[in-house]
């Protein structure tokens, strides 16, 4: 089966740091563009970063330069490494895996449960 | 980055079309999908490249993309569907994506 499980969220104070994982089953990470997604309490969806194939890497204006997104392809996972955390940042994460078509388009076809961070003193 | 449009709120009787827009400037350049989330859910895509439907949709979910707006049409609209319902394109000149501002369909 097809699956995304999260995991590293957390309670964390202003300026701090953290880690989430994204555990993948069923494929290879590897082979699919990987992207992280997050929703503030009561929000709505906003992208956070990609990570490609070849290993190229984006990410949204809001969190450029504070989060790092990689890749482990021997345990096949996807992290996103947080850093500078504001109180803007909390949110549910959710990894999600990017599916490409014969036209071009990309979309989200396999999401986890999501992971919480609170941003708070 | 470029910002997407959508009404905050649709309301619709049991068995009737709910239709519900994406709007932006960019969206005539890039294809569009969408997804809907139940309460405490994660998101799911009931449309992607303007116009298909994943497998294990319903065929009452479509959608189409004119101009510099997306629409999602539900026809006969069920109690299930009652949802937050969020469009999403995709940016290939600077690979950010965009969603929408999000629509809570509520069956009255």
């Known amino acids: 089966e097809v699956q995304l499980v999260e995991s590293g969220g957390d309670v964390i104070q202003p300026g701090g740091s953290l880690r989430l994982s994204c555990a993948a089953s069923g494929f290879d990470v590897s082979s699919y563009y990987m992207t992280w997604v997050r929703q503030a309490p009561g929000k709505g969806l906003e992208w956070v970063s990609l990570i490609k194939t070849i290993g190229s890497t984006y990410y949204a204006d809001s969190v450029e330069g504070r989060f790092t997104i990689s890749r482990d392809n021997s345990k096949n996972t996807v992290d996103l490494l947080m850093k500078s955390l504001r109180g803007e940042d909390t949110a549910v994460y959710y990894c999600?895996?990017?599916?490409?078509?014969?036209?071009?388009?990309?979309?989200?076809?396999?999401w986890g449960k999501g992971t919480t961070v609170t941003v708070s003193s | 980055s470029y910002e997407v449009t959508q009404p905050p709120s649709v309301s619709v009787s049991p068995g009737q079309t709910a239709s519900i827009t994406c709007s932006g400037d960019e969206l005539r350049n890039t294809y569009v999908s969408w997804y809907r989330q139940k309460a405490g859910q994660s998101p799911v895509v009931v449309i992607y490249?303007?116009?298909k439907r994943p497998s294990g949709v319903p065929e009452r979910f479509s959608g189409s993309n004119s101009g510099n707006t997306a629409t999602l049409t539900i026809s006969g609209t069920q109690a299930i569907d009652e949802a937050d319902y969020y469009c999403?394109?995709?940016?290939?000149?600077?690979?950010?994506?965009?969603f929408g501002t999000g629509t809570k369909v509520t069956v009255l």
């Open positions: 999403q394109a995709w940016d290939g000149s600077t690979n950010i994506y965009v």
């Open positions: 999600a895996r990017e599916m490409p078509t014969v036209m071009g388009a990309k979309y989200m076809d396999v």
């Open positions: 490249e303007d116009t």
